[in-house]
């Protein structure tokens, strides 16, 4: 049925609930994942009135540690999958449109099927916080499985 997963993680609650089962699921239809975190970019710098850029080393050095966090996260995440026998891969973006990564990384490592949490939220929440969740599902061509 399902044969690789992308499962996007940031490190919160969330988070060790999608792992956790995407890992039960992975072992029980013996499928492979693919675990996914987005870092944010530098903000744009405004002086003023005119955005003033950064030097290579600001640049490089958010790079190197967007990539350590990024580490950290898929490395748990990897270690958790390989104990439960889960072959396991993980990407990692810097970009500030989350969503669009999402869809486009579960396309890019040919997945199946993404496997996220949500808060559920509702109403005046929704409107104000947004939600990941309900944006990659308008935007995916691939299935996506939503835990609450």
């Given at each position: 049925?399902?044969?690789?997963?992308?499962?996007?993680?940031?490190?919160?609650?969330?988070?060790?609930?999608?792992?956790?089962?995407?890992?039960?699921?992975?072992?029980?239809?013996?499928?492979r994942i693919t675990g996914f975190t987005a870092e944010p970019p530098l903000p744009v710098m405004v002086v003023e009135t005119a955005a003033v850029a950064y030097d290579v080393e600001t640049f490089q050095e958010h790079e190197r540690r967007c990539e350590e966090h990024a580490r950290e996260?898929?490395?748990?995440?990897?270690?958790?999958?390989?104990?439960?026998?889960?072959?396991?891969?993980?990407?990692?973006?810097?970009?500030?449109?989350?969503?669009?990564?999402?869809?486009?990384?579960?396309?890019?490592?040919?997945?199946?099927?993404?496997?996220?949490?949500?808060?559920?939220?509702?109403?005046?929440?929704?409107?104000?916080?947004?939600?990941?969740?309900?944006?990659?599902?308008?935007?995916?061509?691939?299935?996506?499985?939503?835990?609450?």
């Amino acid at each position: 049925m399902y044969e690789h997963l992308l499962v996007p993680v940031d490190g919160g609650d969330l988070s060790q609930k999608s792992m956790d089962h995407a890992i039960g699921l992975a072992k029980m239809l013996g499928a492979r994942i693919t675990g996914f975190t987005a870092e944010p970019p530098l903000p744009v710098m405004v002086v003023e009135t005119a955005a003033v850029a950064y030097d290579v080393e600001t640049f490089q050095e958010h790079e190197r540690r967007c990539e350590e966090h990024a580490r950290e996260l898929l490395g748990g995440f990897a270690e958790q999958a390989r104990h439960a026998g889960v072959e396991f891969d993980g990407q990692f973006v810097i970009t500030d449109n989350v969503e669009q990564a999402i869809v486009d990384a579960a396309q890019e490592h040919g997945c199946d099927l993404i496997v996220m949490a949500t808060h559920g939220r509702h109403g005046l929440d929704a409107l104000i916080h947004g939600s990941l969740t309900k944006s990659v599902l308008a935007h995916s061509e691939v299935p996506l499985l939503v835990l609450h």
